[in-house]
Every structure is written in structure tokens, then in C-alpha cells.
């Protein structure tokens, strides 16, 4: 089999990736796999390729697509998804895995939320980092295009269950290749923030509280739950065709069931050389490259993805 890996600077995934190829060669020396660069596929690609079935692999963020992107149609791509989060919701309930209630908000439409409790969580299905997330009480909530900084406006709202996560909010971040963990992080939102005594049972609780974990003065750290990094495994399997996801999650304090928020299946999560990683590193010590192995586990991520596509 043909493996050819789109090399790119975007999340600097350059620096890492041709330690991947030396990785998937030493797993199996019948794979011949070659880096590419991102740009129109040229001949010389269909003439390396000819004779044997080809696999593309690309990690780069949807959000930095061009037309002349690397997409042969004479060979299999796995790339990531310009998804949104209502496309994400909707895949990942047709497979079974575990979401809080939602529902989106478009607009002209008026909400029906008769299913929902007194308050919901309402966020832009555009939206990035925790922004412009809020609870709302079930009565108010209204259609209203919100614009996302970096990404536009958002012309749909998606509206979502709460789930308590503790006295400060709690969430993981887990970083997959085809299911392969390449990191795992939790984070506890700052504790100088007064602390939920109790589960809310009304809006008014949430006044002048951020339930985003992930925000500014939050503490990060590595997942010791090995049921969440389990559960990550299987949200990538719903999504078999998408190389990289970073799956958020969190874990309801009462009950421990554990829902996916997001898995960011447009990319922008490859944070075991991004700038976002350099700041974490810097911030909290963690280097994410020794918790699984680093371009190691890349590569069972992508070996084991080419072994259930091999017939």
C-alpha cells in the first residue's frame, strides 16, 4: 500500500511529521509512505502511486483549505471535515454516542424547548474556545446572529443541556489520531471563582459565572480517567474518515456519565507542536509528546486505520 502524508506548516505539524513516517516504517516495511507537500497533485504523485492502492492522510484544519489542495481522485483521502457543530452533533447521535439534549436555534424560527429544563446553555454553532457561551433561562432564549471572532457571523445558535461538572467547572480535551490517544488533558476552572455549592436549579445561579473550564486562570493537567480516554476511542470511531479530532468532553458530577461536547472535526487541534502547546508547556510544564509516545503514537494511530481499510 501507498501512504502518502500531506506535510504542511499550519500547527507546524512539519516539525513532527517525518518522525511519523520513520514511525509507521518501522511498524510495517511493506508500507511505502512518502510526505507530500499541500498544493495540486502533480504527475509525478500518480506515477509513484501507480501499480498499488493509495491513502492520503491529511491533519490540516479545514479552515485553511484552498482549491489546490492536496486531494488526488485517484486514491483514498482521509482529511479533516469543514464541519459545523450541528453536523457533529447529528453524526455522533447517529452513532450512538453520548451528547447533552440539544437542539438549533435558525433563524425566523422560534424555539421549542419544551423538552429542556428552566435554563439551557446557548453557544453560536460558529463558535471557538468557550466564546460567547452562556446560560440562558429556557423563556428567553431568542434567535440572533452572533459574530465569532475569526470565524464570522454566526447565523445559528445551538441550544444545550447543562451539565454540572463540580463546584468549578470541569472538562477534558483529548487529542485522537483515528482513535490512537496523542494526548489527554482535564481542566478545572480558576478557583480564586466562587464554587458552586450546589447543582443549579435556576438561571439566576449563573449570574456573573464563566462555566467555560478551558478559560483564562484554569488549571491543566494530564487525564488519570482511563474510562475518558477510553470513551474518546470510541467518539474517532463514529468519525473513521477524519485523521485528528480534539474531543471535548465533560463528566456529569452526580451520575459520571460522560458526554462529548465538540470533536472538532475541522482540525486546529494538533497540539503536540502547535503555538497552543508551546503557551501550555510554557504555562503548566506538561509536555504532551511524552504521554503517548508523540509521533509514535501518530503512527499506530494511522497503522491501525490502514489495517481496517486493508480488505
Not at 501550555?280 to 509528546?289: F, K, P, Q, T
Request: hydrophobic share 40%; aromatic share 8%; net charge positive.
Amino acid at each position: 500500500m501507498n501512504l502518502l502524508i500531506v506535510n504542511h506548516s499550519v500547527e507546524n505539524q512539519h516539525l513532527l511529521l517525518p518522525d511519523v513516517v520513520n514511525e509507521l516504517r518501522k511498524l510495517d516495511r511493506t508500507i511505502r509512505c512518502r510526505l507530500v507537500n499541500d498544493g495540486r497533485p502533480r504527475l509525478k504523485h500518480r506515477l509513484w502511486a501507480l501499480g498499488m492502492s493509495t491513502v492520503v492522510v491529511s491533519m490540516r484544519p479545514a479552515v485553511h483549505w484552498k482549491p489546490q489542495r492536496f486531494a488526488p481522485h485517484w486514491a483514498t483521502v482521509w482529511e479533516q471535515g469543514p464541519l459545523d457543530k450541528v453536523q457533529e452533533m447529528e453524526l455522533l447521535e447517529r452513532a450512538g454516542i453520548k451528547v447533552p439534549k440539544w437542539t438549533v436555534l435558525r433563524k425566523g424560527a422560534k424555539p421549542d424547548l419544551s423538552g429542556f429544563g428552566d435554563f439551557v446553555v446557548v453557544k453560536p454553532v460558529l463558535g471557538q474556545r468557550g466564546a460567547l457561551v452562556r446560560v440562558m433561562r429556557s423563556g428567553r432564549v431568542r434567535w440572533k446572529p452572533l459574530e465569532v471572532n475569526g470565524r464570522g457571523i454566526s447565523e445559528s445558535l445551538i441550544v444545550q443541556e447543562y451539565v454540572h461538572t463540580g463546584p468549578w467547572p470541569t472538562s477534558y480535551r483529548v487529542g485522537t489520531v483515528f482513535g490512537e490517544p496523542i494526548y489527554a488533558l482535564q481542566f478545572v476552572a480558576d478557583r480564586n471563582r466562587k464554587p458552586f455549592d450546589r447543582e443549579p436549579v435556576s438561571s439566576q445561579e449563573f449570574a456573573g459565572r464563566n462555566i467555560v473550564a478551558a478559560s483564562r486562570g484554569s488549571k491543566v493537567t494530564e487525564i488519570e480517567a482511563g474510562d475518558v480516554i477510553q470513551f474518546a476511542r470510541e467518539v474517532h470511531r463514529a468519525l473513521p474518515t477524519i485523521p485528528l479530532l480534539g474531543i471535548d468532553m465533560v463528566r456529569h458530577h452526580s451520575t459520571g456519565e460522560i458526554y462529548v461536547l465538540e470533536p472538532h472535526c475541522s482540525g486546529g487541534t494538533f497540539h503536540l507542536t502547535s503555538h497552543r502547546y508551546g503557551r501550555l508547556l510554557n504555562e503548566s510544564g506538561l509536555d504532551l509528546r511524552t504521554q503517548f509516545g508523540g509521533a509514535a503514537a501518530v503512527a499506530r494511530g494511522i497503522y491501525k486505520r490502514l489495517q481496517e481499510a486493508v480488505p
